[in-house]
């Protein structure tokens, strides 16, 4: 059974993500999505919560599954018997921050392999991060998220103005 670990910090999901997902569950029998805790970059939704938003999305599709992993990623990789890391290619932009990460987790076990896929061209300018600046100034971003997340998100924003 080939199995792919799409590792990431997910604050939040967005449908260029899933797009990835539904991608890599024509190349891997089971897809791992590792959520990262990822403390460094300040996420607004706690990890419990982005699990949930995830579990939420993607509850039609089979065969992946959601975990929290803490660590080094190549170590998780060999604890999980996976086959390669999946990550989504945008633009030339990701390229340096990607390739620098393959390598490194390549230097940290050499069997670590790291696919990248590219994600439908109306996704490839997502980010979490644009879509939480949008959704701050209460900019509509339903279309760009799953509906879970369009509503957390404007939760969130909201408890914030008070
Ligand atoms: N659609 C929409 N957005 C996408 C996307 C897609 N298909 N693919 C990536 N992104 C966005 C993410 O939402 C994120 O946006 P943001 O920066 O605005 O939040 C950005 O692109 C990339 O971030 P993310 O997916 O969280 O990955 P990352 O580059 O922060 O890396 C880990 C996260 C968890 C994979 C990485 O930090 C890691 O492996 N950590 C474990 C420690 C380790 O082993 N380190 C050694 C490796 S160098």
């Given at each position: 059974?080939?199995?792919?670990?799409?590792?990431?910090?997910?604050?939040?999901?967005?449908?260029?993500?899933?797009?990835?997902?539904?991608?890599?569950?024509?190349?891997?029998?089971?897809?791992?999505?590792?959520?990262?805790?990822?403390?460094?970059?300040?996420?607004?939704?706690?990890?419990h919560e982005r699990v949930?938003?995830?579990?939420?999305?993607?509850?039609?599709?089979?065969?992946?599954?959601?975990?929290?992993?803490?660590?080094?990623?190549?170590?998780?990789?060999?604890?999980?018997?996976?086959?390669?890391?999946?990550?989504?290619?945008?633009?030339?932009?990701?390229?340096?921050?990607?390739?620098?990460?393959?390598?490194?987790?390549?230097?940290?076990?050499?069997?670590?392999?790291?696919?990248?896929?590219?994600?439908?061209?109306?996704?490839?300018?997502?980010?979490?991060?644009?879509?939480?600046?949008?959704?701050?100034?209460?900019?509509?971003?339903?279309?760009?998220v799953p509906p879970i997340?369009?509503?957390?998100?404007q939760d969130h924003f909201?408890?914030?103005?008070?």
């Amino acid at each position: 059974m080939k199995i792919g670990v799409y590792p990431g910090t997910f604050d939040p999901i967005t449908n260029g993500h899933i797009d990835i997902i539904r991608r890599s569950l024509r190349i891997f029998d089971k897809v791992i999505v590792a959520v990262a805790p990822s403390p460094k970059k300040k996420p607004i939704f706690d990890i419990h919560e982005r699990v949930e938003m995830i579990r939420e999305a993607i509850r039609d599709i089979s065969n992946v599954e959601i975990e929290i992993f803490e660590g080094l990623l190549a170590e998780y990789m060999k604890r999980k018997n996976a086959h390669a890391i999946i990550r989504g290619l945008r633009a030339v932009s990701d390229f340096e921050h990607e390739f620098m990460m393959a390598l490194m987790n390549r230097k940290l076990d050499s069997e670590t392999e790291t696919v990248f896929l590219m994600p439908s061209e109306e996704y490839s300018y997502l980010t979490s991060s644009a879509i939480k600046e949008v959704a701050s100034y209460g900019g509509v971003v339903k279309d760009l998220v799953p509906p879970i997340v369009a509503r957390r998100l404007q939760d969130h924003f909201k408890k914030k103005q008070k």
